[in-house]
């Protein structure tokens, strides 16, 4: 090989290794994580909640909330509402599988929907006196919320609302003096005359 051929051949050899030994790695694709509200309706039978949910932690999907009621007494019919986050494929996967489901009827991605209702009801005890103890009041009147039960010292109020308006009654109720919360997690429901 002549050294012209040799200097050549080198040249290749040193952009190929350049080309694999560079500072920056390969763009990572990264794909927005969404939050979703699933309506299941399934049979109202023992072991029905604890397979979804299985479903679930089996594949390391997380649930944010879950809230199950029957709905249709007489044909025992029940309807789970589950918020859960993922990406789109991840929120695919989750529905196909919940579908598979024996005792699932139906789901519906009421997220995908649009204009969905949810509500949240939560109940919020606050200890305080004083200055703490009037504008717990004040608080929860601008919140809308109700007292259930009050003494010289605490409150019990009930508020119902979106996530994020009760998020925002508990942060500010926790600088008051927040003793307890119970939250019932999301009731949701779409717009207009049709059922789902």
Not at 146 to 154: E, G, H, R, V, W
Request: charged share 20%.
């Amino acid at each position: 090989m002549d050294p012209d051929e040799r200097y050549i051949e080198e040249s290749k050899l040193g952009q190929a290794m350049n080309a694999m030994n560079t500072h920056y790695p390969d763009a990572v694709r990264v794909e927005p994580i969404n939050r979703h509200t699933l309506a299941v309706i399934v049979d109202n039978e023992p072991g029905v909640l604890a397979r979804i949910s299985g479903m679930f932690s089996g594949r390391g999907y997380n649930i944010e909330s879950l809230t199950v009621s029957e709905t249709e007494v007489a044909r025992h019919i029940s309807r789970i509402t589950i918020v859960t986050t993922g990406t789109d494929a991840v929120i695919q996967q989750i529905k196909a599988q919940l579908d598979r489901l024996v005792p699932v009827h139906r789901v519906v991605d009421l997220t995908l929907q649009g204009g969905s209702l949810e509500r949240e009801l939560c109940l919020v005890k606050v200890a305080g006196t004083g200055e703490h103890r009037t504008e717990s009041l004040t608080l929860a009147a601008a919140f809308g919320a109700k007292t259930l039960d009050a003494t010289l010292n605490s409150f019990v109020f009930e508020v119902t609302g979106t996530t994020e308006e009760i998020d925002r009654f508990i942060g500010l109720m926790t600088v008051i003096g927040l003793v307890e919360i119970s939250r019932t997690g999301i009731a949701a429901m779409g717009r207009g005359s049709e059922a789902m």
